[in-house]
């Protein structure tokens, strides 16, 4: 198998390959590992490929038997490897166990190749840490891949892999999906598993998945990985039919929401603008009902309740990882604005942090009251096409917590509402801008629906095909 053939296929059409004889599980490997010795270093967003490939189910009706995968190296986590969260503070940190996650990724039949660069604690819309230097956009190289799983997305993008891990504290699945041209899908709260080290990562905001190439990628892993761990705080209905089979099903005429004025009040570029109406009458062509309209959100009231949370968990991980390295928390080992809500964390009183949660409830029943009305919503994922490397910059000192955070809301004003709400949403790459760079639309659905999603994006795959990579390949 030659790379060009490699990266025609995605997760499903590698394994079915191994599966049927046709091609083994040590050539996809070699391809994948050929790709990355010739991509990486012009995209610089693997931090270590592992001796070994850490090893999936030899089932082979495992769904994603053979496949090569990459790990986001923040939040899960592999027994034995390496789990540093893009922190000079957290260097050489290793992890005993493996995740309730990372169980399932091996489950699944996947091979981990490696381990990818994150922004330092995740907190950033872009991939650019001071320990690993910026992650690029396979697109264009001078351009952000987005955050905070933005080296997962550009990897997959540029064909090394054919999906990858990632993770959605305030976006961070949706928005490198949109910057890399992928189908990145946030599960609801709930879904998919954070154990055991965890139960309601960021108090809730946070969850786990991928980013895929494809729509029955995305069903079919979130097949593989759905459902409790042992000992979580919660349950969530399964559905009874698998998400595999469901996605290909027609989702009947669905009630659709569309706004392209974001909460904040952020300019928002007039070519992402465009693509929602854009997107809108598409879905119309398709039988569905679409009706201009959004839910009413208090931008204040959500901004301070999302900032308080994130700066109070924040305190608490980097006290964690100091506490394993010995290291002081200052700013050679942290970068700036880290730094900056690190102390702002170390603030927060107990009766801040309950009414940021109160805060967050208030917005969870105003926006659940919105989905009675409406199957889904649709925006623009993000403000703006990917920035240049440099524009989003988390070691700026001028920064403060609360300024660091609008400066990353402005870009990203319509992804971290369904982190507070628990709801899924999804990010399909439908459009590209005039200097041919990917602009994703996002699409919100009720909770617990990842089905409506996921079969709504089905069909505007099959209406609207988008490149499964970049070109970055063809330019070697």
Not at 42 to 57: C, R, S, Y
Not at 123 to 141: A, F, Q
Not at 165 to 172: F, L, P, Q, T, V
Request: with cysteine; net charge negative; aromatic share 6%.
């Amino acid at each position: 198998m030659k790379p060009a053939e490699y990266i025609s296929y995605d997760g499903l059409g590698l394994a079915e390959l191994i599966r049927n004889g046709e091609i083994s599980g040590e050539e996809v490997l070699a391809c994948a590992l050929q790709m990355a010795d010739l991509l990486n270093p012009e995209i610089n967003t693997i931090i270590e490929i592992f001796p070994e490939p850490l090893a999936g189910a030899e089932d082979a009706d495992a769904p994603f038997f053979g496949v090569p995968f990459l790990i986001k190296d923040l939040a899960l986590h592999a027994k034995g490897v390496l789990n540093e969260m893009g922190s000079r503070l957290a260097r050489g940190i290793r992890a005993q166990h493996d995740t309730d996650l990372m169980k399932r990724f091996r489950q699944a039949g996947l091979r981990t190749i490696g381990r990818a660069a994150t922004p330092e604690f995740g907190y950033c819309p872009t991939t650019e840490p001071v320990i690993n230097g910026p992650s690029r956009n396979p697109w264009d190289l001078t351009r952000m891949p987005g955050g905070s799983s933005g080296a997962t997305a550009a990897s997959v993008a540029a064909g090394i892999v054919p999906l990858a891990h990632a993770n959605d504290g305030g976006g961070s699945i949706r928005i490198p999906a949109s910057c890399c041209g992928l189908v990145g899908l946030k599960p609801s709260r709930g879904r998919v598993p954070n154990g055991p080290d965890s139960a309601e990562p960021l108090s809730g905001l946070a969850v786990e998945f991928a980013v895929t190439r494809t729509v029955r990628d995305a069903a079919a892993l979130l097949d593989a990985v759905k459902g409790p761990g042992i000992g979580d705080p919660f349950e969530i209905p399964i559905p009874g039919e698998a998400y595999a089979s469901s996605a290909l099903k027609d989702p009947g005429s669905l009630k659709i929401a569309w706004m392209s004025k974001s909460w904040s009040g952020t300019a928002i570029d007039k070519e992402v603008k465009d693509t929602v109406p854009k997107t809108a009458q598409l879905c119309e062509e398709l039988g569905h009902r679409v009706v201009e309209a959004g839910p009413e959100l208090d931008w204040e009231h959500f901004f301070e309740a999302t900032v308080t949370l994130w700066a109070a968990n924040l305190a608490v991980f980097i006290d964690y990882a100091a506490m394993l390295t010995g290291r002081p928390v200052d700013k050679d080992h942290l970068e700036a604005t880290v730094l900056a809500c690190y102390r702002e964390g170390k603030q927060i009183k107990a009766e801040t942090l309950l009414r940021a949660q109160a805060a967050a409830n208030q917005v969870c029943r105003g926006v659940g009251r919105f989905f009675q009305e409406y199957d889904i919503l649709l925006t623009p994922t993000v403000a703006q096409p990917p920035l240049p490397l440099g524009v989003i910059n988390a070691n700026d000192p001028d920064l403060d917590a609360r300024a660091w955070s609008k400066h990353t809301f402005d870009f990203c004003p319509f992804t971290p509402l369904f982190n507070m709400t628990g709801q899924p949403a999804i990010s399909i790459p439908l459009h590209r801008n005039s200097n041919n760079l990917p602009l994703g639309v996002q699409f919100a659905g009720r909770y617990g629906a990842e089905a409506t999603l996921l079969q709504l994006a089905r069909q505007l795959e099959q209406a609207a095909p988008w490149p499964l990579n970049a070109p970055l390949l063809e330019q070697q």
